[in-house]
């Protein structure tokens, strides 16, 4: 029941072929900045969506500002890349990582806590490339009506933590297959299968305790 809901919400991706990501990869390992480019623009968008679904309380100010610590994250650390998955599915994990983050920055803020600086202008020692990541990222608008429900998923999943909240923030967030998360998270496709069973029925009741303003515990698989 739940699973449904969750998909239910629209997030249209395109992955490019394990072959040609691994050429334009090499390429951008070069420094080649027409490759950068093209990265950006294969990925910049839809880790937006991404990055919406995840915190559907942001607004698009904040959602490109982890956009950009995310890309530069992939800029930065392209090389560790191995390449056993999809390059959507990497970026996926550090736009996770980097929302989760910015989140607690956001919330250290609140409390009176000092919130790091960030600079569009940082360049990569190794390739010397800025980050320009194009400006085709669509209006929040069109993910404004899921809003409200996503926000309280969200919720929900900070809630829950741990590996439940990654695999089904890949699952349905990330919309991948279970065999790319079998790859990400170095599990066969069995195991991600019944995790993901037990990690939704985790979900589906702390997210009744998050609606009702309830503390919950956190949940290991």
């Known amino acids: ?27 951008c390992r070069r420094g080649d900045a027409d490759a950068w480019n093209e990265l950006f623009d294969a990925h910049y968008a839809a880790t937006g969506r991404f990055v919406f679904q995840l915190a559907p309380d942001f607004n698009r100010e904040d959602v490109e ?11 930065n650390n392209i090389k560790s890349f191995e390449g056993h998955s999809h390059l959507q599915t990497w970026i996926f994990r550090i736009a996770a990582n980097k929302t989760r983050d910015y989140r607690q920055r956001r919330q250290a803020a609140k ?31 069109d993910w404004l009506m899921t809003a409200e429900r996503g926000v309280q998923v969200g919720q929900a999943l900070e809630s829950l933590g741990g590996p439940c909240q990654e695999i089904i923030e890949l699952r349905y967030f990330g919309d991948l297959s279970y065999e790319e998360i079998a790859t990400a998270l170095n599990l066969n496709p069995k195991t991600v299968s019944s995790r993901l069973s037990k990690c939704l029925d985790r979900l589906e009741q702390v997210l009744r305790a998050v609606t009702c303003g309830k503390q919950t515990k956190p949940f290991s698989v």
Do not use: K
């Open 1 to 27: 029941m739940f699973a449904r809901q969750l998909e239910d919400i629209p997030l249209p991706f395109v992955r490019m072929s394990l072959d040609t990501e691994a050429l334009l990869i090499a390429r």
């Open 111 to 141: 409390r009176g806590g000092g919130v790091s600086t960030f600079s569009l202008q940082v360049e990569n020692p190794e390739t010397g490339l800025t980050l320009d990541p194009p400006a085709t990222a669509p209006s929040p608008d």
């Open 65 to 75: 500002e982890i956009c950009q610590e995310t890309f530069l994250a992939v800029i």
